[in-house]
């Protein structure tokens, strides 16, 4: 069985950072470009920022753009975002999945809290 697994999530105060990880079981998604997502109460999901295997072609939302990092390590089937300048508009779940996403890899998400 497929599981993506999102954890680091919390409360944190504007200007804060957090680390968020994914991790994969079930199979590779070593050659697979993988993308964080994130929801925000009311709103649409959106995509924060993806990266392929090569880990050369990284493309960021223009609203996390400067203040989020995506990495991944592939031998540990491992995705990861540092988000650093933490903005309370950045308050969501996030989730990670494929690029473009799989309905079937959507995972129960890591609540990202920021507020004073």
């Known amino acids: 069985q497929v599981q993506l697994v999102e954890s680091g999530g919390g409360l944190v105060q504007p200007g804060g950072s957090l680390r968020l990880s994914c991790a994969a079981s079930?199979?590779?998604?070593?050659?697979?470009?993988m993308g964080w997502y994130r929801q925000a109460p009311g709103k649409e999901r959106e995509r924060v920022a993806s990266?392929?295997?090569?880990?050369?072609?990284?493309v960021y939302a223009d609203s996390v753009k400067g203040r989020f990092t995506i990495s991944r390590d592939s031998a540990q089937n491992m995705l990861s975002l540092q988000m650093n300048t933490l903005k309370p508009e950045d308050t969501a779940i996030y989730y990670c999945?494929?690029?473009?996403?799989?309905?079937?890899?959507w995972g129960q998400g890591t609540q990202v809290t920021v507020s004073s």
């Open positions: 990266i392929d295997w090569t880990k050369r072609d990284i």
């Open positions: 999945n494929t690029v473009p996403e799989r309905t079937e890899y």
């Open positions: 079930g199979r590779s998604f070593s050659t697979y470009i």
